[in-house]
């Protein structure tokens, strides 16, 4: 999955000029888009973290960081939880398949996704279009944080803020932390900052149940035919076979803790 720099910059409460000056010192090389749009992947969110680290942890000027940056020994430090989190999820989106009994090319005559790009997914491919894993997870009928591992979180009785996995979604305007998961990772329980005007405006459904609570602001939910407007305190609950999507009407952000049971 790939982020803007407005998107990068407010997961990790920067600003844009911060990255960019960061880019002019040569800590960080985000890829360009056809337009020269700047595009950050997991591996340079990890990069970022690990800059952040160094700087206010460690107190280490700006100047000095790359002397750690370009140091392999290092490297792991902000690499190694990259890999081993793809190959996780690879082997789930692989295990997926072969419980049904699918060939690659078979799945890929089903989805529109080519056989390459499903097989390059199920070996823990980074970079990922967010669009074509959200088509694989409704074909499966699952919701996609189920094939998104925390080895953070993992076996952890208490889960500090700073321990929360952030990511972004394909909708423009949210954000969401996972606050906690069972161990099988079939109930997820997430964090979404959505700001005012975003939405989901393709209503779908998956196999599950949810609950959402509106821990600030207000929501409005589309169930089917039914139309809820839900405002701060308010608990929606619902089978997630149901056709759903969701609309923020107002002017400032809403703050939603939802959790997802697969």
């Known amino acids: 999955m790939l982020l803007n720099i407005s998107q990068i910059a407010k997961l990790l409460n920067l600003s844009p000029n911060t990255l960019r000056n960061w880019e002019k010192k040569g800590l960080l090389t985000p890829q360009r888009s056809d337009g020269n749009q700047r595009l950050y992947s997991k591996q340079d969110l990890y990069r970022i973290r690990y800059i952040l680290y160094l700087n206010r942890e460690r107190k280490i000027p700006m100047n000095d960081i790359h002397k750690f940056l370009d140091n392999p020994v290092n490297e792991p ?3 190694k939880q990259e890999e081993n989190e793809n190959q996780l999820t690879g082997i789930k989106w692989k295990e997926e398949r072969l419980q049904r009994g699918l060939s690659l090319k078979e799945l890929s005559e089903n989805v529109g996704i080519s056989v390459s790009y ?35 979180q993992e076996n952890k009785t208490l889960i500090k803020k700073n321990e ?18 069972s161990d099988d990772q079939q109930t997820n329980i997430m964090l979404y900052t959505v700001e005012k005007g975003a939405e989901r405006t393709i209503p779908h459904k998956h196999n599950g149940f949810e609950i959402v609570f509106v821990n600030r602001g207000e929501i409005t939910f ?17 089978s997630s ?22």
Do not use: C
């Not at 169930?223 to 619902?238: A, K, R, S, V, Y």
């Open 164 to 181: 929360r996995s952030s990511f972004y979604i394909d909708i423009p305007g949210v954000h969401v932390e996972k606050l906690g998961q």
């Open 118 to 152: 499903l097989s390059k997914i199920e070996n823990g491919a980074r970079n990922v279009s967010m669009d074509v894993l959200t088509k694989l997870a409704d074909f499966y009928e699952k919701n996609i944080l189920y094939y998104y591992t925390s080895p953070q």
């Open 77 to 79: 430090i902000y690499m």
């Open 222 to 238: 589309f169930l089917d035919d039914e139309t809820f407007e839900l405002e701060q305190g308010d608990t929606l609950q619902f």
């Open 241 to 262: 076979e149901r056709m759903h999507s969701w609309k923020n009407n107002l002017i400032r952000e809403t703050e939603l803790i939802w959790l997802h049971i697969s």
